[in-house]
């Protein structure tokens, strides 16, 4: 097996990593190293509500490479990190809150704000981030979005503030600082043509803000990713910081369903496809299911051509996202039947590390570091 990391990745030297668009073979022999990646999935989100400054200081102290902000914006263009601009979602017909990220529908004086929008050709009824200034959205607390299958996540539930980017960027270099290691941060842009069709893009303020760092290059401890494909493009024409494709198992980006685009993200994960993104992107994060298939009972089936196919073509690897809890897992990972204990969620990683990856999203850095290790010593 061989283990792969960028070049400018944190714990080595951060030597300049060709944009999109170079040579395929040049930066494919470029990022060919000594170890995978652990990007933590809106911080250890495993055990704190996810997207709080709680969870990503854990995830640092886990040992994850980098941490992964959900950028939306506030009315007078803040970045926050959130998993939706939907700050808590409601059902039309009953009231009920659906899903809350957020304790915002508990505060009486937001109570006026719940209203409905089409955002991606989906209604949706709730609280949006872009409804709030920056100033309101700190007295809001976070709250843990899937109770259900994280309970002990709910104990957390309105302890911790949502966080700016400015302040995770914050984070992440004064724990760099203290452990004497380079912490990265991988922002994915959300719903980038909503928001800039409500006078709020996203992309101009986030390279504002990383410039600002001085973070607005290749050697940048950076990746920007997106499941939208035109704005990636847009930012390779402004930057060279390193930017990744996202790629679900269905469905289609929403830029290329709204202008007509027949092009599916299965079309895009093909050969051909690949070829096309290297041309603007560094790097795809595929749904886990294009890498290793399943079968009809969801366990693990054989590897597909993709990892291969993107190498080929120059590209990273970084499929999401690996979760430990048993409802998560393909069966012959699950420990019982309690759907929110922990299965063998290093041993499904390890099946992915076998399959050639470069990095990969989890939502329990430490578990991720724990495979990572083993894979290290099971190849020395």
Not at 297 to 303: I, N, Q
Request: glycine letters at 8%; hydrophobic letters at 40%; aromatic letters at 6%.
């Amino acid at each position: 097996m061989r283990l792969r990391r960028p070049v400018s990745a944190p714990g080595g030297a951060l030597d300049a990593a060709p944009a999109g668009g170079g040579d395929a073979t040049l930066r494919a022999a470029a990022t060919a190293t000594s170890k995978v990646i652990v990007i933590a999935h809106r911080g250890a989100s495993g055990y704190y509500p996810e997207h709080t400054l709680a969870a990503y200081a854990a995830a640092v102290d886990m040992g994850a490479d980098f941490i992964e902000p959900d950028l939306v914006m506030t009315r007078d263009g803040v970045l926050i990190a959130r998993h939706e601009n939907a700050l808590a979602i409601v059902d039309e017909t009953s009231g009920g809150v659906l899903e809350a990220t957020t304790n915002v529908h508990a505060l009486p004086q937001f109570a006026a704000r719940c209203a409905p929008r089409i955002i991606d050709g989906r209604r949706i009824s709730g609280w949006f981030a872009e409804d709030f200034t920056a100033a309101e959205i700190k007295t809001l607390r976070a709250r843990e979005r899937i109770p259900r299958e994280r309970p002990r996540n709910a104990e957390h539930d309105d302890r911790y503030t949502l966080p700016t980017l400015q302040e995770i960027i914050d984070l992440a270099k004064r724990r760099s600082a203290e452990l004497g290691r380079t912490i990265g941060i991988y922002p994915e842009t959300k719903h980038p043509s909503y928001h800039a069709a409500i006078g709020l893009a996203l992309e101009p303020a986030l390279l504002q803000v990383l410039a600002a760092n001085g973070w607005n290059d290749a050697k940048a401890p950076v990746f920007i990713q997106s499941f939208e494909t035109q704005n990636l493009r847009t930012l390779r024409a402004m930057t060279s910081v390193r930017l990744i494709q996202l790629l679900d198992v269905r469905g289609q980006p929403w830029d290329l369903s709204d202008s007509g685009d027949p092009r599916t993200y299965v079309d895009l994960a093909t050969a051909q496809g690949l070829r096309e993104i290297a041309r603007y992107a560094d790097g795809v994060g595929p749904h886990k299911a294009l890498v290793i298939g399943r079968t009809p009972s969801g366990a693990l089936d054989r590897v597909t051509g993709f990892v291969r196919d993107a190498h080929a073509a120059g590209l990273l690897v970084h499929p999401w996202t690996f979760r430990t809890e048993n409802a998560f897992l393909p069966p012959e990972f699950r420990r019982g039947e309690d759907r929110t204990a922990h299965g063998d969620g290093q041993g499904e990683i390890a099946a992915y590390l076998r399959a050639d990856i470069d990095g990969f999203f989890t939502d329990q850095a430490d578990v991720g570091v724990a495979a990572v290790r083993a894979a290290v010593r099971t190849r020395d």
